[in-house]
């Protein structure tokens, strides 16, 4: 490899005449300004979608908790377990396909859907022929019948992923929102209703499907797309290619996610478990959940800039620059309040779980940083990029892990820690090349909120060794006191950011003149 610098993959063709990659004009900064608005508002929309759903699930289960046996939850949760596995060769990635494609849109919508049900058909023929051996795994009988007739909502989600794909393509997260929402509350509903007649654990099972089915009518209606007898080999054979990519990734990112529970339950048992689960819940919630909803409107954002070299790599810089103000601050504050924060809501009989959360949440705070990447390649049609890189990442994290257990749970965490700062490395090493974004690059856009978070940890750690807070009360003050000095160190160290957001913000939710 020559030291002169890399040469980025893609093209540098302007996606408008206005638009060149050597330099930027009036028309430039305005596409900026409008993907800065797009943004923020596909943002407000898919978190308000994502808080709202996960609410609703919330009071929903509460309200089933008091009618249903806990037996009848965990027979739902093993078919769950294989839909959801299910669901990651669900229309064979192509539904990706259709978001970061420029040119020919129709052919590649109706190769979707033609590829989406016909996979959606031949995984619930799976379904019905794996059941009974799914119910002897789990030596549970009843998941046969359950699991055969839940196994209807792959075919049913797979008739709306197309105008889904669509919606999210042209940033409409507005319009994704109504269905989101109506999926949830005919889920919830429909299952308190039947739960409270009597019809036990199959109340969950239509539930699921109803809230599926009243989702994609809801997107069939919004979606402004139907299907014509337009196809193209050359296109289907595009998409195809590109979806094997994404299940790929798809399947080994459940294993990389999932493999550090296998390993704790398995070596450590399941106490040791029961630990390591409470201690990620909240980083996963906060910082992990973030990344899934930012990552849905990166994706069709960054697509939309994908032939302009300059556009791409000022998009992705100010997405690195403004997602790391949230998650990195969030990852090394609740490794702060751990402490409180479990003894307060959890009590100390969790005080084993403590340092666990605190690893966890920095390394989920590190590894933030490493999926835009991922999200990069995906919408420059380079899927296999990410592939190669998640094969590399899941052979590293079981190494690693299984090395790590060895110390115990603190060991697992520390090993996440140590994987989140590799992965973080690795693709940057990659982006680099990628997208021509050198280490500079990369710390002009994380220097705000290092500078600021560190200043914020500061001032923490002296707080907590003066004061010692606990309870409610010492949770509010430490939280406060965080904020504070990283509000605050913010406007000092990077006034452009702060006014930058501040006026993107204000745009986007200004009301049309």
């Not at 009360?473 to 990283?486: C, E, H, K, M, R």
Request: with cysteine; charged share 15%.
């Amino acid at each position: 490899m020559n030291s002169v610098s890399p040469r980025p993959l893609i093209c540098h063709s302007p996606v408008n005449p206005g638009v060149t990659s050597t330099g930027a004009d009036v028309s430039d900064v305005t596409q900026r300004s409008d993907l800065g608005k797009q943004a923020v508002q596909s943002t407000a929309w898919a978190y308000g979608s994502f808080v709202s759903g996960k609410f609703l699930v919330f009071v929903s289960t509460i309200i089933l908790a008091r009618i249903l046996l806990p037996a009848e939850f965990s027979q739902m949760g093993y078919c769950l377990i294989a839909i959801q596995y299910l669901d990651i060769l669900n229309g064979f990635g192509v539904s990706s396909a259709i978001i970061s494609r420029r040119d020919r849109i129709e052919e590649a919508a109706n190769a979707a859907l033609l590829i989406g049900v016909t996979t959606g058909i031949v995984l619930f023929g799976l379904s019905w022929i794996a059941a009974p051996f799914l119910a002897e795994f789990f030596n549970e009988p009843k998941v046969t019948d359950l699991l055969r007739a839940l196994a209807i909502v792959i075919p049913i989600s797979a008739i709306g992923a197309v105008p889904t794909a669509l919606i999210q393509r042209s940033m409409r997260f507005k319009a994704k929102f109504v269905p989101d929402i109506g999926r949830s509350i005919a889920k919830g509903g429909l299952s308190v209703i039947l739960a409270w007649q009597g019809y036990g654990v199959w109340s969950l099972v239509i539930g699921q499907i109803g809230g599926e089915v009243i989702a994609t009518v809801i997107t069939l209606a919004l979606g402004r797309w139907r299907p014509t007898r337009k196809l193209d080999r050359q296109v289907t054979r595009e998409m195809l290619r590109y979806g094997f990519h994404i299940i790929a990734v798809g399947i080994v990112g459940a294993l990389i996610i999932n493999v550090d529970y296998l390993i704790v339950g398995r070596v450590l048992g399941a106490a040791a478990l029961g630990y390591y689960t409470l201690a990620y819940r909240i980083p996963e919630l906060v910082i992990r959940n973030t990344n899934y909803v930012i990552g849905k409107v990166a994706f069709p954002l960054l697509s939309q800039v994908q032939s302009s070299a300059s556009e791409l790599k000022h998009a992705y810089a100010s997405l690195l620059r403004y997602v790391s103000l949230f998650t990195i601050p969030a990852g090394v504050g609740l490794a702060l309040i751990a402490p409180v924060f479990v003894r307060t809501f959890y009590t100390e009989r969790w005080d084993d779980s403590i340092p666990v959360m605190q690893l966890i949440a920095l390394a989920l705070g590190i590894s933030s940083i490493g999926f835009l990447p991922g999200i990069i390649y995906k919408s420059i049609n380079r899927p296999d990029i990410l592939n190669q890189l998640s094969l590399v990442k899941l052979g590293a994290t079981v190494g690693t892990l299984l090395l790590a257990v060895r110390w115990d749970l603190v060991g697992v965490a520390a090993g996440q820690v140590v994987l989140s700062v590799f992965f973080v490395t690795l693709d940057t090493l990659v982006v680099r090349r990628v997208l021509a974004f050198t280490v500079d690059d990369l710390m002009r856009a994380l220097m705000p909120c290092v500078a600021s978070t560190t200043v914020m940890a500061t001032a923490v750690i002296l707080l907590s060794a003066v004061v010692q807070p606990s309870g409610i009360a010492g949770l509010v003050l430490v939280v406060s006191v965080a904020l504070l000095a990283y509000i605050g160190t913010l406007a000092l160290v990077s006034r452009e950011t702060v006014t930058r957001a501040h006026r993107v913000v204000r745009s986007a939710f200004a009301r049309a003149t």
